[in-house]
């Protein structure tokens, strides 16, 4: 799933992007029966992510080097492009990427690196908090203001925003995680929702369709009904994008963690 996913899929002006899944625009759902959901599975150490170096990588594993070949654009679908090539969950504020251009990446990197090059010149850089989920945030506090008065958006920490997409992605994981339906491998949708000063989830709107209306009025139900485990902090705009994207089964272990638990009776 995707926060900014979506525009990447997302369409969003003014709104905080968070993905869980391949980074991917606001883009049409595509289901397929050869991939799953990428669902970021991040704790409560988001927080404590390290800045992307040239050709550094996760502590937890040294990513392959992949073929990039992305012009200069929009950053939005720069970002979309990198997510889909280096399969990496990215987390951003849509704010940030309004208005500025990525550099041209074109060979062969390491995705770190790949990022790195992508982000050149835009104020913003990179924060690895998983081997396979990076946050963009700016480099600077003054880099990440935006260009009209946000008295919010400035005192809101970077961080911290960037820690809560954790929590929001975690709750919705488990959520879809729990529902035979919502389960990863079929499908592919982007959404937008508003989360009420209580932390719970009081609108939504989808940006694309997954092609099976249950899924979708499943989605729209799961969404509306949950509660986050802790309440918006200073500096979140609403609405939040998500982007439930796909990948390869192989490579993750979506509800492994539920699964688990229901083995154990711990889940109805």
């Given at each position: 799933?995707?926060?900014?996913?979506?525009?990447?899929?997302?369409?969003?002006?003014?709104?905080?992007?968070?993905?869980?899944?391949?980074?991917?625009?606001?883009?049409?759902?595509?289901?397929?029966?050869?991939?799953?959901?990428?669902v970021l599975i991040c704790l409560c150490m988001l927080g404590a992510g390290s800045d992307v170096s040239m050709g550094q990588e996760s502590p937890i594993a040294a990513a392959p080097r992949l073929t990039f070949d992305i012009p200069s654009q929009p950053l939005t679908s720069a970002l979309e492009s990198y997510g889909a090539t280096s399969r990496r969950e990215v987390l951003y504020?849509?704010?940030?990427?309004?208005?500025?251009l990525s550099g041209e990446v074109r060979g062969v990197f390491a995705p770190s690196e790949a990022l790195q090059i992508l982000l050149d010149g835009t104020g913003l850089v990179g924060r690895l908090t998983s081997e396979n989920a990076v946050v963009i945030v700016p480099s600077s506090p003054a880099a990440g203001q935006p260009t009209t008065p946000d008295v919010d958006a400035r005192k809101g920490d970077p961080v911290i925003r960037a820690r809560y997409y954790a929590v929001?992605?975690?709750?919705?994981?488990?959520?879809?995680?729990?529902?035979?339906?919502?389960?990863?491998?079929?499908?592919?949708?982007?959404?937008?929702?508003?989360?009420?000063?209580?932390?719970?989830?009081?609108?939504?709107?989808?940006?694309?369709?997954?092609?099976?209306?249950?899924?979708?009025?499943?989605?729209?139900?799961?969404?509306?009904?949950?509660?986050?485990?802790?309440?918006?902090?200073?500096?979140?705009?609403?609405?939040?994008?998500?982007?439930?994207?796909?990948?390869?089964?192989?490579?993750?272990?979506?509800?492994?963690?539920?699964?688990?638990?229901?083995?154990?009776?711990?889940?109805?």
């Open positions: 799933m995707q926060i900014g996913h979506s525009r990447p899929p997302w369409e969003t002006i003014d709104a905080d992007t968070m993905s869980i899944g391949y980074l991917s625009r606001g883009v049409a759902g595509r289901p397929s029966d050869a991939r799953r959901l990428c504020d849509a704010r940030l990427a309004t208005g500025r929001v992605q975690e709750r919705v994981r488990d959520a879809f995680c729990r529902d035979t339906l919502l389960r990863p491998g079929r499908y592919r949708i982007a959404v937008q929702f508003w989360i009420a000063p209580t932390g719970s989830v009081q609108q939504t709107r989808l940006l694309s369709k997954t092609g099976d209306d249950r899924v979708d009025s499943a989605i729209e139900t799961t969404l509306r009904g949950l509660r986050m485990n802790e309440v918006p902090p200073p500096g979140i705009s609403q609405p939040l994008t998500m982007v439930v994207a796909a990948r390869p089964s192989e490579r993750t272990q979506d509800c492994a963690g539920i699964d688990a638990i229901r083995t154990s009776g711990g889940v109805n």
